[in-house]
């Protein structure tokens, strides 16, 4: 019976490798789990999982077999905030989410030049208000050391949002995301069985 591991990265990736290459060992592969991949030879596949470290703010596409491709994300801001006729903490929740539906957005500040946006769900089917988009100041944003710069949403650059589609096009419309902050010592955890399928 063969088996595969969701691999995040948190606070180092020195850490992260010692992780996965113990990880290896207990599972008697002996070999490592995590490799990353450039952004520029990043190809996505059926079953990829978007991870978000809202403590580093850095976002992670990571294929089934444990290789990555990281980058840097816009996360909330931390902070009560009154948007849209609500007041609410800005944070970026911790949460299992699904990206299961695409929307174009006319405000193109907001949204940024393309006005996509991948909708959020709870629990398979619950709608929220968060999603992943761009933003015209996007650029400027993820230069910045931060990064706690949206109103809950996670904000990444045209060229990640291509990739992050197409890899939710692939998925059937229905993207596996986590956000999180910070990741613990072992964080080499068993893949969902529906990604073991996709071998």
């Given at each position: 019976m063969g088996f595969s591991v969701k691999v995040f990265h948190l606070s180092g990736v020195l850490s992260t490798i010692a992780s996965f290459?113990?990880?290896?060992?207990?599972?008697?592969s002996g070999t490592p789990l995590l490799t990353a991949i450039p952004q520029e030879n990043w190809r996505p596949h059926v079953g990829d999982t978007f991870f978000v470290d809202t403590k580093e703010n850095l976002g992670y596409l990571i294929h089934s077999n444990g290789e990555y491709t990281s980058?840097?994300?816009?996360?909330?801001?931390?902070?009560?905030?009154?948007?849209?006729?609500r007041y609410y903490d800005a944070t970026t929740p911790t949460w299992e989410w699904s990206a299961a539906s695409r929307h174009i957005k006319g405000d193109r500040v907001t949204f940024g030049p393309t006005g996509r946006f991948l909708r959020l769900y709870k629990n398979g089917d619950e709608r929220t208000a968060y999603g992943i988009h761009g933003h015209r100041d996007a650029e400027q944003m993820l230069k910045e050391e931060d990064r706690y710069r949206s109103m809950g949403c996670i904000i990444v650059s045209e060229d990640i949002?291509?990739?992050?589609?197409?890899?939710?096009?692939?998925?059937s419309g229905n993207l596996s995301v986590i956000t999180q902050y910070g990741i613990p010592d072992n964080f080499a955890l068993s893949i969902l069985?529906?990604?073991?399928k996709t071998y």
């Open positions: 290459l113990l990880a290896a060992s207990a599972y008697g980058f840097p994300v816009v996360t909330g801001q931390r902070r009560n905030v009154y948007y849209i006729g949002l291509n990739v992050i589609e197409q890899t939710f096009e692939m998925s069985e529906k990604e073991e």
